[in-house]
Structures are given as structure tokens and as C-alpha cells.
């Protein structure tokens, strides 16, 4: 662990351990997924390739035999013979993909869940971490003469906030302390409302962040190709019921017992 990481309080230091530990996680899950589904373009690439060279030969065979009135010479033979490896081969590659697609459906939605995992553990960690860079820049900068003078000018615009209040129609100047609290509630949305604006100007055009190894760690990741989008992994009850599927597809089938 970092010496900035350290010096963090145990709350976000355990959200970004959390974080890391459901990263990798995904992270081996992914790798697997990548090679399986190598694996799958691999066989079906080699299946149409396969169907390719068996229907060439078929066409070819068959147009010779024709042209030679029926005549079945050697390379006649030698095309039906290459038309008909090539086909077997092409249905062993299929059946090579239909075995593995069920497992690749399945380790789909395991990436898939544990993407959802690391994404959640991500976003609690960055919510933390930017809560804590802003009071602190924020304690930093109120610290400074700037800061203080931002402060100032703050505590004199809450006297106008309180003027334009006052001549709210529903505003009572009583000491009833339910509308003291109401006037308080809404002093403090003003106000809010105002830095906000503020803020929006100034971050209209962003500061490039210093480098900071944490904010790289908590980047969210790219989605690989062979991953669910994720617009498409759905709810969890749909995944349960593709995983159910997919198991079901898995499963070896019986063949039934011819009887003698």
C-alpha cells in the first residue's frame, strides 16, 4: 500500500481494498472469457472454412462429371472424396462450437456478475475518495487568503440572500421556531443554489488532474469484446434464467436404451 494511500481514513482505504480485490477478480474472469472465446472464433473460422472447401469441390466434382459425360476419373474421385472430408470436418467443428458455446454462455455471465461487482465497489470507492479531495482542497483552500476572502464575500451575500427571502409573500419574520427553521432550510438551498452556479462556470473547463495513482486505479475499465455489453446483461432474475438454460445445455444427454 502507498504512502498516500496510508495516510487515507479506514473507510476509503477499505472501499479501495474492496475495490481491488473485485478488480481482479473480473480482471481473471475476463482473461478466461478472451481465451475461450479465441478458442470459439478459431473453430468456427476453421467450420466455414471447411464448408467453403467442401462446397468448391462439390461444385467442381460435379461440373467435370458432367463435362465428361458421366465419366468418374481419378480427379473426379479425388474432388467427391475432398468434398466429403471437408464436410465431415466442418460438422466436427460445429460440433466442437455447439459443445463449448453453453460454457462460454456461462463464464459470459460470470464476467458479467463479477463486472457488476467491480463496478459497484469502483463507484462507492470513487464516491468517497472525490468526497474526501474535495474537503480536503477545500480545508487547503480556506486556509489560504483567498480562501478567507471567499468566506467573507460568501457571509456578506447571505445578507442578501436574507433580504430577497424577506420579500417572499409566504416569508413570517416571527419567532415561531418552525418558520425559523423553514427560513433557515431555505437560506441554506439558496445559498447552495448559488455556489453551484459558481461552481458550474469555473468547471466549464475542467484542470487537467495532477497524476494521481489512486484516480488511475479507479478508472472504469473498457469492456473486452467477447464481454455481455452492458446493455444487455439484464436483471438478475434474467441472468438466472439464461444461466439455467445455458446448465441445461451443458449437461450431457442421455441417450435412451434400445431395447433388445
Request: proline letters at 5%; charged letters at 30%; aromatic letters at 4%.
Amino acid at each position: 500500500m502507498s504512502d498516500h494511500t496510508s495516510a487515507l481514513p479506514e473507510p476509503i482505504r477499505e472501499a479501495l481494498a474492496h475495490h481491488q480485490e473485485a478488480k481482479a477478480s473480473y480482471q481473471t474472469l475476463r482473461e478466461r472469457l478472451a481465451s475461450l472465446g479465441q478458442r470459439l472464433e478459431k473453430h468456427r473460422k476453421t467450420q466455414a472454412a471447411a464448408t467453403v472447401q467442401s462446397d468448391l469441390a462439390g461444385t467442381t466434382w460435379r461440373a467435370k462429371f458432367h463435362a465428361a459425360d458421366g465419366e468418374l476419373n481419378r480427379e473426379i474421385r479425388d474432388l467427391k472424396r475432398e468434398e466429403l472430408d471437408a464436410r465431415e470436418l466442418a460438422e466436427e467443428y460445429g460440433r466442437l462450437v455447439e459443445a463449448l458455446e453453453p460454457e462460454f454462455g456461462l463464464l459470459q455471465l460470470d464476467t458479467a456478475e463479477a463486472f457488476l461487482d467491480a463496478e459497484q465497489r469502483r463507484e462507492d470507492a470513487h464516491d468517497l475518495y472525490a468526497r474526501h479531495c474535495l474537503e480536503s482542497a477545500a480545508t487547503e483552500l480556506f486556509a489560504l487568503p483567498e480562501g478567507q476572502a471567499l468566506i467573507s464575500a460568501l457571509a456578506d451575500y447571505r445578507q442578501t440572500l436574507r433580504r430577497e427571502l424577506a420579500k417572499h409573500p409566504a416569508y413570517e419574520p416571527d419567532g415561531r421556531a418552525q418558520t425559523q427553521e423553514q427560513i433557515r432550510v431555505a437560506l441554506e438551498q439558496r445559498q447552495g443554489q448559488v455556489l453551484n452556479a459558481l461552481l458550474q462556470k469555473a468547471t466549464a473547463d475542467p484542470v487537467e488532474r495532477q497524476d494521481d495513482p489512486i484516480w488511475q486505479g479507479l478508472e472504469a475499465p473498457v469492456p473486452s469484446g467477447h464481454e455481455l455489453p452492458k446493455a444487455q446483461i439484464g436483471s438478475h432474475l434474467s441472468r438466472m434464467r439464461r444461466r439455467q438454460e445455458l446448465e441445461a445445455l451443458s449437461k450431457p444427454q442421455k441417450r435412451p436404451v434400445s431395447a433388445e
